[in-house]
């Protein structure tokens, strides 16, 4: 059974912190990771993609990957209120493909306080 | 980006009835999409693997007969929730991937249904 696992919160942080919210996947096999925001009631939307081990920084979002710990995080710099949001940790399935599909894990909460 | 439009965003149907659910990629071909459900505060989970041309391939669990999925061209995948009970109330969600240059895929997703059966 392959799992991604994240910590439902919510995450609380005052305006201007950094969040940072973590990922844990259970196929070793993985190679691609991927970080999706969700408004309620709305479609996620694309926020960072890694693929190697390391950072990869765009703008105020750090995605960061450590394939040996089987762990991957995201990091948002100067948090906003408009950042609140539920964000979905997404793996690639290793086997299903070129156009595989994505296993989600369940999605932390987070909360900017102004 | 790439667009991937869903309709209708939101419907209200009488339980025993079917309800048509359509996922188009507007400015790009899509072999193949993906069909999810997701219940309140819950993760997404897949549904089924729609391909073009051929049989979709059904999630553990999921009734292929009850969940229809016809994938007739290479930017129209649809879902119909046939004999819909008010269990089947959730938000459904499609979304195509799209090979990027450089390898790798994108998953874009559709705006999501909100179904809710009476």
């Known amino acids: 059974q392959k799992e991604v696992e994240q910590n439902s919160g919510p995450l609380s942080v005052p305006e201007g912190a950094i969040a940072s919210l973590n990922c844990t996947y259970s196929?070793?096999?993985?190679?691609?990771f991927f970080w999706y925001r969700q408004y309620s009631g709305k479609s996620p939307e694309l926020i960072m993609s890694?693929?190697?081990?390391g950072d990869k920084e765009d703008g105020r979002f750090t995605a960061q990957l450590n394939k040996a710990s089987q762990y991957v995080s995201l990091l948002i710099r100067d948090s906003q209120p408009s950042d609140s949001a539920t964000y979905l940790c997404?793996?690639?399935?290793?086997?299903?493909?070129?156009?595989?599909?994505?296993?989600f894990g369940k999605g932390t909460k987070l909360s900017v306080k102004p | 980006g790439a667009v991937v439009s869903q309709h209708p965003s939101r419907v209200i149907c009488k339980s025993g009835t079917s309800v048509k659910i359509e996922c188009r990629s507007l400015?790009?071909?899509?072999?193949?999409m993906f069909w999810y459900r997701q219940f309140p505060k819950q993760s997404l989970m897949l549904m089924a693997t729609?391909?073009?041309?051929?049989?979709?391939?059904?999630e553990q669990g999921v009734e292929k007969d009850k969940f229809l999925i016809n994938h007739a061209s290479l930017t129209l995948s649809t879902l119909t929730v046939t004999s819909a009970h008010p269990e089947d109330s959730s938000f459904y969600i499609c979304?195509?991937?799209?090979?990027?240059?450089?390898?790798?895929?994108?998953?874009?997703f559709g705006q999501g249904t909100r179904l809710t059966v009476v």
């Open positions: 196929d070793r096999g993985s190679q691609s």
């Open positions: 729609s391909n073009e041309g051929s049989k979709a391939t059904y």
């Open positions: 979304s195509a991937p799209l090979l990027k240059q450089g390898g790798g895929t994108e998953a874009f």
């Open positions: 890694i693929y190697s081990n």
């Open positions: 400015d790009f071909q899509a072999t193949t």
């Open positions: 997404a793996v690639k399935v290793p086997n299903g493909g070129s156009q595989g599909n994505l296993i």
